[in-house]
């Protein structure tokens, strides 16, 4: 239920018909097998990879990508490699690697004695909050120099991988990176020998107004990305990881030794999940939904400015995100008017129809993150509904029904 609606890049005004997922049973490919599916669906992603690894969750995406570092440095015989560097304030996944990668305190919190050592954590990229005073340029300095120090202290040569959500998604609510941050870190990863993992699972595929949120964010593609929720919009449970040619090549050259990666499991690149997600994938390219997640999320981010009194920005409130991942963060707000408001909104809204996402207790926010389908008229609706007016009995109802009724 959680996260249904984040998935939902198209909703049941697209009914796919079983005849329109086009699968058949298992096609032999080398020593390999293939679907016809997985082959279709891989041919069809916008992705520069020659390599793509499916899995059924974000979750096990995140496990995957993690082992893949892990076999790559085994593979060049840098044994020593085996530290993760993640971010605070991040979401990975709720199994045991993926939740040591992030740092999501409620959900890793009766874990945390279970947890590997080997996961570390450096700070999050949350320009507006964490600021104090610097410029981007500056913040952005202090936080590759974080880093810098964090890989020096473990040692260069004991660090596999760094991950960090390009747009932290359920943890913060729709955060981007600051417009550098993504390639400088990747530069500082590549001097160390160390690869960049982007989890694209909640924000990618389409999410936030471009292919790949990386693509937005400076341009610079990852070692190892992991994709999921938009892959298959919840038609079918999907997700993969995507190795970059640096990584794929070693792959190649280690697929049949006596160190070769072995990852097999049962529902990997299951051919209706393929399908499914494949029928997906070109109605989205068909109708050109990009377009319309980026047209109608600035129209929803300029809706909700203009209904938002200068109280909302006087209490620290803020609205942001990218495309159609969008967060209403309540700032102090909810503070001074007796509580959290974010669970409220949330409630309130599933009661009234309409699914929006609590994040997690480091903030006081929602996500709000509608099909990709939606139309001009329904963002209005989504904006002036009796979702948004009830949302929060109080401050929150106030800034939107004050628009509604004009
Ligand atoms: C960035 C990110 N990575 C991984 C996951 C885990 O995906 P799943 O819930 O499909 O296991 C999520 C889920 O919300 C996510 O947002």
Redesign the pocket.
């Known amino acids: 239920m959680?996260?249904a609606i984040?998935?939902r890049s198209l909703t049941k005004n697209y009914p796919i018909a079983v005849g329109e997922m086009e699968f058949t049973s298992s096609t032999i490919k080398g020593s390999a097998y293939w679907t016809e599916a997985a082959v279709r669906l891989f041919l069809a992603l916008d992705i520069a990879t020659k390599r793509i690894m499916y899995t059924?969750?974000?979750?096990?995406?995140?496990e995957a990508a993690l082992k893949i570092a892990r076999q790559y440095h085994v593979f060049h015989g840098d044994l020593r490699r085996i530290n993760i560097i993640g971010r605070l304030h991040?979401?990975?996944?709720?199994?045991m690697g993926?939740m040591a990668a992030?740092n999501n305190p409620p959900r890793r919190e009766a874990f945390e004695p279970m947890l590997s050592p080997a996961f570390q954590h450096v700070s999050r990229c949350f320009y507006d909050r964490d600021h104090d005073g610097m410029t981007e340029r500056e913040y952005e300095n202090h936080l590759i120099d974080e880093l810098e120090a964090k890989i020096n202290s473990l040692g260069a040569e004991t660090v596999a991988a760094v991950i960090v959500?390009p747009v932290?998604?359920?943890t913060l609510g729709a955060v981007a990176a600051t417009p550098t941050y993504l390639p400088r870190l990747k530069a500082l990863c590549e001097k160390n020998g160390i690869l960049a993992i982007w989890?694209?699972?909640?924000?990618g595929m389409g999410r936030s107004g471009s292919y790949h949120a990386w693509q937005s964010l400076g341009g610079a593609a990852p070692d190892l990305q992991?994709i999921?929720?938009g892959l298959g919009a919840g038609y079918q449970?999907l997700?993969a990881i995507l190795l970059s040619e640096k990584v794929a090549t070693e792959f190649e050259l280690h697929a049949t030794g006596a160190k070769k990666f072995i990852n097999g499991q049962t529902f990997q690149g299951h051919p209706v999940a393929c399908a499914g997600a494949l029928a997906v994938q070109k109605i989205i390219k068909r109708d050109r939904l990009i377009a319309n997640v980026l047209a109608r999320g600035e129209q929803l981010n300029s809706s909700l400015t203009t209904g938002l009194p200068s109280g909302f920005f006087e209490y620290s409130g803020s609205l942001r995100g990218m495309g159609l991942f969008r967060a209403v963060d309540f700032g102090n707000l909810g503070a001074a008017t007796g509580g959290s408001l974010a669970q409220e909104v949330v409630d309130e809204s599933f009661k009234q129809g309409a699914a929006v996402y609590t994040c997690s207790s480091a903030v006081d926010a929602v996500l709000i993150a509608p099909p990709f389908i939606i139309t001009e008229q329904e963002v209005d609706v989504l904006i002036c509904s009796e979702v948004m007016r009830s949302g929060a009995g109080h401050a929150f109802s106030e800034m939107i029904v004050g628009k509604c009724t004009e």
């Open positions: 959680e996260s984040l998935h059924s969750s974000g979750s096990e995406a995140v991040s979401y990975h996944g709720n199994t993926a992030g959500e932290v998604g359920a989890d694209e699972v909640m924000c992991t999921g929720k449970p997700s």
